[in-house]
């Protein structure tokens, strides 16, 4: 039963000593910071779905071989005004509000709010911290006290109704997003380039330019997708086969639905893979095409040798973002076990593309000429390829769930070739396990202890390191028997 991983919390506002078993390295100093849904109920309202649930900052400050520990709620409008009228006045991903007995049909239908609940992750935009969601808004946060600062708007800056919780960002500084726009002209997927650098002090998303504006292949019904892969010189954008329906999604409200029933799989499509220069904001007239797949994380990307190779994590089924509904996640027993069973599990792939192509390029072949690789590449016209993936595991991962959630030594490896990732398996609903992945005969190394989940695995390079896995894994790990964060500290597993 994992029940209580979807308890309301309260927050710790204060900073609180914890009690260390083992030793920290003393040259770990820092604030861990995480961000996440932590309170379901308002007064006698309840969220339907796991991604609605209120904003819960926490700080694991680490100095010394010491740990503090604290947490705040996003003090987001959505936060306030529900808080402020003791119920949910403000539809989420999966609940819709109860509408306002004060407002006549036309009054509720046409009120807007704007969704502010930023719930998913902390990001940096010219060295100042953010949380973020998928939505317009983003808050500014201190992150030494979690104070939530100023609002702020994408929309204001560019041409976009929203933009993904997973930038990526050059040595450099330069940092990359994107999000979507809707016109009369359909809806479009935009890559986002924001400067390293601030002009004023009180600088946000100034100078954020739009670099490559993608047409969608289905005008009213784009694809959702989470996250992008990025390598030293291209972007490469997933137009994965999980629809949005605008339709469903706009008229919600007045159907009394979540905009989850807006968002579905759609497996006689296949998967594109678009990549744009994002130096020049070229888009590739080579498209490449997969079998139907969806993706929420990638775990690297890089160029080598006129090959783009991308890695990332992905199932072969769109369908389990609707398994996330807190009803499922407070079953028990048997009945837990068969939403468990129903999911798709999910594995870290590679693909291959070749970026060297012209008319002379023959048909018909594996274009896939490196050395050990499994995967494939087969041009079927003259802007078509049609890929096939290779297994970055064994069969030994299958006995863990598969792998999500995946981490890199980023600061040396992003954009360039690798070896060792890091993720969570998944025997559950929820990460049940810490793995390192050696991509040098596909080996694993497993942490698992019964009853503990952990969060995503962060990487933390060691001073001075010279190897990749020279370091160590920071991760959160929650347990339903005891109603206390465990911030794990791992010397790479």
Not at 47 to 72: C, P
Not at 86 to 97: D, L
Not at 413 to 418: A, L, M, Q, T
Not at 478 to 490: G, V, W
Request: charged share 20%.
């Amino acid at each position: 039963c994992i029940e209580n991983l979807v308890c309301s919390a309260d927050e710790t506002p204060e900073p609180i000593t914890t009690t260390i078993t083992g030793n920290i390295p003393s040259w770990i100093k820092g604030n861990f910071l995480r961000n996440g849904p932590g309170k379901f109920e308002i007064g006698r309202s309840s969220f339907n779905h796991w991604f609605d649930g209120m904003a819960l900052m926490h700080q694991f400050h680490i100095e010394d071989g010491k740990v503090t520990y604290m947490s705040r709620f996003l003090n987001s409008d959505c936060y306030k005004e529900n808080l402020e009228h003791n119920r949910i006045m403000v539809s989420e991903f999966g609940t819709i509000a109860m509408p306002d007995p004060c407002k006549n049909f036309f009054q509720r239908f046409l009120s807007r709010f704007e969704l502010d609940n930023a719930n998913v992750s902390f990001v940096q935009y010219k060295g100042d911290y953010y949380v973020s969601t998928e939505t317009n808004f983003m808050h500014k946060i201190d992150p030494q006290t979690l104070e939530t600062k100023e609002k702020v708007d994408w929309s204001k800056f560019v041409a976009v109704n929203g933009a993904t919780a997973h930038p990526h960002v050059d040595p450099d500084g330069t940092t990359y997003n994107m999000g979507n726009s809707y016109t009369l002209k359909g809806a479009f997927y935009n890559i986002i380039m924001v400067p390293s650098k601030k002009v004023n002090p009180n600088d946000t998303l100034e100078g954020a330019t739009v670099v490559c504006s993608i047409p969608s292949e289905d005008k009213s019904k784009p694809s959702y997708y989470h996250s992008f892969a990025m390598s030293e010189n291209y972007v490469l954008f997933i137009e994965q086969p999980i629809k949005m329906d605008l339709l469903k999604i706009v008229t919600s409200k007045l159907r009394g639905k979540g905009i989850n029933e807006g968002v579905y799989w759609d497996p006689k499509r296949n998967t594109v893979f678009h990549v744009i220069n994002k130096h020049t904001g070229k888009l590739s007239l080579i498209k490449y095409y997969a079998k139907p797949l969806s993706t929420f994380h990638q775990i690297n990307c890089y160029e080598e040798n006129g090959f783009l190779i991308m890695d990332m994590c992905c199932s072969d089924d769109g369908q389990a973002i609707n398994n996330y509904l807190i009803q499922n996640l407070k079953k028990s027993g048997n009945a837990l076990d068969e939403v468990y069973n129903t999911m798709c599990r999910v594995f870290p792939r590679r693909f291959v593309l070749p970026l060297n192509m012209d008319s002379q390029t023959p048909c018909g072949q594996n274009l896939n000429t490196r050395l050990n690789s499994t995967a494939t590449a087969i041009k079927t016209d003259k802007d078509k390829v049609f890929c096939t993936h290779e297994d970055l595991h064994g069969e030994d991962l299958h006995e863990y769930g598969g792998l999500e959630f995946p981490h890199i030594n980023y600061s040396m490896c992003n954009s360039r070739p690798y070896r060792y990732f890091y993720g969570c398996g998944f025997r559950h609903l929820v990460g049940d396990s810490l793995i390192k992945m050696d991509l040098q005969g596909k080996q694993i190394k497993v942490w698992k202890h019964a009853g503990m989940y952990p969060s995503e695995p962060i990487f933390v390079s060691s001073p001075g390191a010279v190897e990749e896995d020279d370091g160590v894994i920071l991760s959160v790990v929650i347990t339903p028997n005891q109603p206390k964060y465990l911030a794990r500290c791992s010397s790479c597993l």
